[in-house]
């Protein structure tokens, strides 16, 4: 399978310049079934990023921008009322889609953010007592500016919990920035982008991610960095168990990505910060990120 993947991420490159680590961490996540926080300022191409991961897979995309008064049937869908057929007709929101950007997640209510728990854990939507699938793979990449913080409204921990991976993009360097102005000089823009692999292949490469082997040291490995978190002085929040799973399952795409059938140390510990800082609570006004690696320092690796 390392024909797919290789055009995935080429394809990927063309559009988001200088950001392989941040590409390579998206597509773990994608093959993994899990969303992706991204937390950075405006104008660094999360937004791109979302599309052009959409248009490589050939999949339906589609972007909610996240504001107070938006309703979680703006997200969900609703019923409303056909008076030629005098029934109940359900009108499908934004998530029944292939890849959900929800731009600006914190800046919608607390009742909007938890129209996309259901969805994001189980990929359905239930309204008025029916459940409906959405499509496969569904991917959702929220963004949030972690500067910014008038007018919005914190993630709660549930939610937090419900995204595989949280990372930031941040600025290009100076090369990096010169490609992305010559590129656009020349004309190249995200209409170009063509689809370099399909849906049915992406749902195939997240089987085989599971066949990757994690053995009992690289497990007992896992959960000695997951178990530290519940009982750490400077956390007043422990790592949940979908954090354990999903630290063993982004560890086995990892693995999968850079072609190997068995997942190793090294992939745990890089991992492991984008895994497990989204989900604890620091105390005492610390850094997450800061514990959190002074952790997996601390942790012996087999």
Same mark, same amino acid.
């Given at each position: 399978?390392?024909?797919?993947?290789?055009?995935?991420?080429?394809?990927?490159?063309?559009?988001?310049?200088?950001?392989?680590?941040?590409?390579?961490?998206?597509?773990?996540?994608?093959?993994?079934?899990?969303?992706?926080?991204?937390?950075?300022?405006?104008?660094?191409?999360?937004?791109?990023?979302?599309?052009?991961? #959409?248009?490589?897979?050939?999949?339906?995309?589609?972007?909610?921008?996240?504001?107070?008064?938006?309703?979680?049937?703006?997200?969900?869908?609703?019923?409303?009322?056909?008076?030629?057929?005098?029934?109940?007709?359900?009108?499908?929101?934004?998530?029944?889609?292939?890849?959900?950007?929800?731009?600006?997640?914190?800046?919608?209510?607390?009742?909007?953010?938890?129209?996309?728990?259901?969805?994001?854990?189980?990929? =359905?939507?239930?309204?008025?007592?029916?459940?409906?699938?959405?499509?496969?793979?569904?991917?959702?990449?929220?963004?949030?500016?972690?500067?910014?913080?008038?007018?919005?409204?914190?993630? &709660?921990?549930?939610?937090?919990?419900?995204?595989?991976?949280?990372?930031?993009?941040?600025?290009?360097?100076?090369?990096?920035?010169?490609?992305?102005?010559?590129?656009?000089?020349?004309?190249?823009?995200?209409?170009?982008?063509?689809?370099?692999?399909?849906?049915?292949?992406? =749902?195939?490469?997240?089987?085989?991610?599971?066949?990757?082997?994690?053995?009992? &040291?690289?497990?007992?490995?896992?959960?000695?960095?997951?178990? #530290?978190?519940?009982?750490?002085?400077?956390?007043?929040?422990?790592?949940? &168990?979908?954090?354990?799973?999903?630290?063993?399952?982004?560890? =086995?795409?990892?693995?999968?990505?850079?072609?190997?059938?068995?997942?190793?140390?090294?992939?745990?510990?890089?991992?492991? &910060?984008?895994?497990?800082?989204?989900?604890?609570?620091?105390?005492?006004?610390?850094?997450? #990120?800061?514990?959190?690696?002074?952790?997996?320092?601390?942790?012996?690796?087999?």
């Amino acid at each position: 399978m390392r024909e797919p993947i290789e055009r995935l991420f080429k394809n990927l490159s063309l559009a988001i310049v200088g950001k392989q680590d941040s590409i390579q961490l998206v597509l773990v996540a994608l093959l993994s079934r899990g969303h992706v926080l991204l937390e950075d300022v405006p104008g660094v191409g999360k937004t791109l990023l979302a599309k052009s991961l #959409a248009k490589s897979i050939e999949g339906k995309f589609q972007r909610v921008q996240c504001t107070p008064d938006l309703l979680p049937a703006d997200i969900t869908g609703t019923n409303i009322w056909n008076p030629q057929s005098r029934e109940f007709e359900f009108l499908s929101g934004p998530v029944f889609t292939n890849v959900l950007l929800a731009d600006e997640i914190n800046r919608a209510t607390p009742r909007t953010q938890a129209a996309l728990l259901e969805v994001m854990e189980e990929q =359905q939507v239930t309204t008025d007592g029916v459940s409906r699938s959405v499509p496969r793979p569904f991917f959702v990449i929220a963004t949030q500016n972690p500067i910014e913080y008038q007018g919005t409204f914190p993630l &709660p921990e549930a939610q937090m919990d419900r995204f595989l991976l949280s990372l930031s993009l941040g600025y290009p360097n100076e090369a990096d920035e010169l490609k992305m102005l010559q590129r656009i000089q020349g004309g190249h823009t995200l209409e170009e982008l063509t689809p370099c692999i399909s849906l049915e292949e992406v =749902q195939t490469l997240c089987q085989q991610c599971q066949q990757v082997r994690v053995e009992l &040291p690289l497990q007992q490995y896992i959960l000695d960095l997951v178990r #530290a978190t519940r009982n750490h002085e400077e956390l007043t929040l422990g790592v949940s &168990p979908r954090g354990t799973v999903a630290l063993q399952r982004t560890a =086995q795409a990892l693995a999968f990505l850079e072609g190997r059938e068995f997942a190793l140390p090294d992939d745990v510990k890089r991992l492991a &910060p984008h895994v497990l800082t989204h989900r604890v609570i620091p105390a005492g006004g610390r850094r997450a #990120a800061t514990v959190i690696n002074r952790l997996i320092d601390s942790i012996s690796v087999p």
